[in-house]
């Protein structure tokens, strides 16, 4: 519905229209938001996912966590649940698809769990996600998780394993906006609270910024013109792209760093070990490379180089 | 409790934020809730009518979904206004129902005897609603308005997912910035309290000023 682009119809072909609208309107109250504008399914196709060769030797009796999960026959890993190309669930059967999914299942395998079959993904909100670490809803949680100072205090992090970055996702026909220096008396939609709409707002203050609950709103008023950009970590942007290319593209430079890390319980340090041991093997044998492209990789931008962790490699030799 | 000084300045724009959502909000709905209740019981059939489809609608529709409509589908249809302006006029219609079922039952609580009189003395129907019907309901409808208007506060928080500034979305901001979510909701919660103690107090003088002493 983008009645502003095309040039005026004839009479019967408006009256058609405002039938159309007025149905619009009332599908809308019936669904509380319009879909008409909505990207068709597309995204990674399973099948073309890569196998995870299962350490079946594995054992680490001094995580808490691992034992636990040992004896409960699976893995439970926190995940984002509405965030294309990264964390998504499948409405209709239940299923995890993303680059972060790759990730845990990678190293679900690499703590000797089955990544399919002994691995039981758990959706998590952004605000539960140091709650949920604490008192061990979840064993670890993967899901463009950004390591920082503040949380670091709550939580420990392994990894990083990716390098995100703030860019700006913005309609193909848009000429104007190259960067955020560009955006002056633009509106730019973000999440509330979100680190991104902060340093929007302290950053590039002569953009109008919104603030919607979920990005799957602002990308929807993106298509529907009603704002001109939506920034976040380029991840999820390039999920939002990748679905439907021919209308939407990530544009610019990043203008920020967001080194996401695998979240653990604050006293799990050697899982975090473990974990990083794990991420640097996967790293090595082509397995990280893999889950990219059969994932962020659907949008066009090539692999890059996986970040170096934080732990030093001597660190990681210490047996814990 | 650093939770708060580190963030005084956050926590005060929330709050502020609710305060002017409560404030215009409740006026809206005062005044709308008022007329409709006026509508509802006057002598036209086609204004009761007006009256009642208003209530059944906006009572009956929830308040999630009466954003989603106005701020998510009202600028398809070229009608873009302020966030703010949106939310005020989503909460003050929705609330503005609830008023004016509170002010109709106190209307009924003034006996049938009250409206035929000073109809018998000659007044119109306006006179009659206003200058005696409606002065002896409004003291009978302090409790039930008073506990509507807290509502109202406490709803105000579902403009925060719509780009309205208000004290509950804080928290996200907060979590963000890796402070403890428990304490940032606790120091929300005694936001919230004062606001609505403060509707509670006011309603309070009011009932101990005009309420119907039984």
């Not at chain 1, 005026?8 to 039938?19: F, G, I, S, V, Y």
């Not at chain 1, 691995?119 to 140091?130: G, H």
């Not at chain 1, 190259?178 to 730019?188: D, I, T, Y």
């Not at chain 2, 402070?179 to 919660?189: K, L, Q, T």
Request: charged share 20%.
């Amino acid at each position: 519905m983008r009645p502003r682009r095309q040039p005026a119809p004839p009479a019967p072909l408006r009256a058609a229209r405002a039938t159309a609208v007025v149905c619009c309107a009332l599908a809308l109250l019936a669904a509380g938001c319009g879909r008409s504008g909505s990207p068709p399914p597309r995204g990674p196709q399973p099948g073309s996912l890569p196998h995870y060769r299962v350490d079946r030797g594995f054992s680490l009796p001094s995580s808490p966590s691992w034992k636990q999960a040992k004896s409960r026959g699976h893995l439970v890993i926190g995940a984002k649940e509405d965030q294309p190309g990264t964390g998504e669930k499948n409405p209709a059967n239940g299923s995890y698809s993303g680059f972060d999914i790759e990730i845990s299942r990678m190293l679900a395998a690499s703590l000797g769990f089955d990544p399919y079959r002994q691995v039981e993904f758990k959706a998590i909100a952004s605000a539960n996600r140091e709650t949920s670490l604490q008192n061990g809803q979840v064993d670890f949680y993967v899901g463009t998780y950004t390591i920082n100072p503040g949380r670091k205090k709550l939580v420990g992090f392994a990894g990083p394993y990716y390098m995100a970055g703030q860019r700006l996702l913005v309609r193909t026909d848009e000429r104007r906006i190259e960067g955020p220096q560009s955006l002056a008396g633009r509106k730019v939609c973000s999440a509330v609270g979100s680190t991104p709409l902060q340093r929007l707002q302290d950053e590039y203050p002569k953009a109008e910024a919104v603030a919607y609950d979920s990005y799957a709103i602002c990308v929807d008023n993106l298509l529907n013109d009603q704002v001109d950009a939506v920034t976040t970590d380029d991840t999820i942007l390039l999920g939002y792209a990748a679905k439907d290319p021919s209308q939407l593209h990530v544009v610019g430079k990043a203008f920020s760093e967001e080194p996401y890390g695998i979240g653990v319980p604050k006293k799990e340090t050697a899982l975090a070990r473990a974990l990083d041991r794990a991420l640097l093997q996967r790293e090595r044998n082509g397995d990280w490379k893999r889950a990219y492209d059969a994932t962020l990789g659907l949008s066009g931008e090539p692999a890059p180089q996986p970040p170096p962790l934080d732990r030093s490699a001597r660190e990681l030799a210490e047996e814990s | 409790m650093d939770v708060l000084t580190d963030n005084f300045a956050l926590y005060g724009e929330g709050f502020l934020g609710t305060l002017r959502l409560t404030l215009y909000s409740s006026l809206l709905a005062l005044v709308v809730g008022v007329v409709m209740a006026g509508l509802r019981v006057a002598p036209v059939a086609a204004l009761r009518w007006i009256g009642t489809a208003w209530v059944t609608v906006l009572r009956n529709t929830p308040l999630t979904l009466l954003f989603f409509a106005m701020l998510l589908g009202l600028p398809r249809f070229g009608v873009a206004l302020p966030f703010e302006l949106f939310a005020v006029l989503a909460l003050g219609c929705y609330t503005s129902a609830f008023i004016c079922e509170a002010v109709r039952s106190g209307i009924t609580t003034v006996p049938v005897g009250q409206g035929e009189a000073a109809r018998s003395l000659g007044m119109t129907f306006g006179q009659t609603l206003g200058t005696v019907v409606l002065p002896q309901a409004f003291r009978t409808v302090i409790p039930p308005v008073g506990s509507t208007l807290i509502a109202l506060a406490k709803n105000s928080a579902i403009a925060g997912s719509f780009s309205v500034v208000e004290l509950l979305s804080t928290y996200k901001t907060l979590n963000e910035n890796g402070y403890s979510v428990i304490w940032a909701f606790v120091w929300i919660a005694v936001g919230y309290l004062l606001l609505t103690l403060a509707i509670s107090a006011v309603f309070n003088l009011l009932e101990k000023r005009w309420g119907v002493a039984r």
